[in-house]
T-cell receptor, first 121, second 113 residues
């Protein structure tokens, strides 16, 4: 079965960086992409960016452009999200979700990770 | 960006009754070439990731009870839950995937009256 397992919760100081991992299994990693979505406490959902599992192409939210980097390790089927210059506004649960392999095939999200709470304080 | 606006923000419905949640997009999410509406609905319970309920505006995801249905086209969409069950208490989100960035509605909190 398809599974996405994320790394654990972290507490970071303002100005620091954080890297969250998303280890996938149960499907062919390079046939899909990964999107990252975050949710501030008690708030709604915000798409952050997408990366192709096949060629590493990325598409970032303009709001986060310059602070976010997505990467993959195709050998382990793991995706990574790095966010720099953290502020209290970045306190949120961060989710990875399986997506299309190309920008044109990015649609809705059926499979999600369990979420990773990042607290900036 | 395409702005998704849901109404109401919260809703209390009696068990066994119908719940209706609306979602309006700031621009059409209908792709006329394939006549598909690029609109999905999710259910989120506390401490859990969102769960896909409906995609292409009206296609129910495998395993989702048939009391959940989606309708609408263009800019106006509706999620209907017939015969509300206790396990349906959650926050519901609509999401458009017609334009990038993909955007969500602000959520509708559904409770039992």
């Amino acid at each position: 079965q398809v599974q996405l397992v994320q790394s654990g919760a972290e507490v970071k100081k303002p100005g620091a960086s954080v890297r969250v991992s998303c280890e996938t299994s149960g499907y062919t990693f390079i046939s899909y992409g990964i999107s990252w979505v975050r949710q501030a406490p008690g708030q709604g959902l915000e798409w952050m960016g997408w990366i192709s599992g096949s060629n590493g192409n990325t598409d970032y939210s303009q709001k986060l452009q310059g602070r976010i980097t997505l990467a993959t390790d195709t050998f382990t089927g793991t995706a990574f999200m790095e966010l720099r210059g953290l502020t209290s506004d970045d306190t949120a649960v961060y989710y990875c979700a399986r997506d299309g392999w190309a920008v044109a095939s990015t649609l809705f999200w059926e499979y999600w990770g369990q979420g990773t709470l990042i607290t900036v304080s | 960006d395409t702005v998704m606006t849901q109404s109401p923000d919260s809703l209390a419905v009696s068990l066994g009754e119908r719940a209706t949640i609306n979602c309006k997009s700031s621009q059409s999410v209908l792709y006329t070439s394939n006549n598909k509406n690029y609109l999905a609905w999710y259910q989120q319970k506390p401490g859990q990731p969102p769960k896909l309920l409906i995609y292409w505006a009206s296609t129910r995801q495998s395993g989702v009870p048939d009391r959940f249905s989606g309708s609408g086209s263009g800019t106006d969409f509706t999620l209907t839950i017939t015969s509300l069950q206790a396990e349906d208490v959650a926050v519901y989100y609509c999401q458009q995937y017609f334009t990038t960035p993909r955007t969500f509605g602000q959520g509708t909190k559904l409770e039992i009256k």
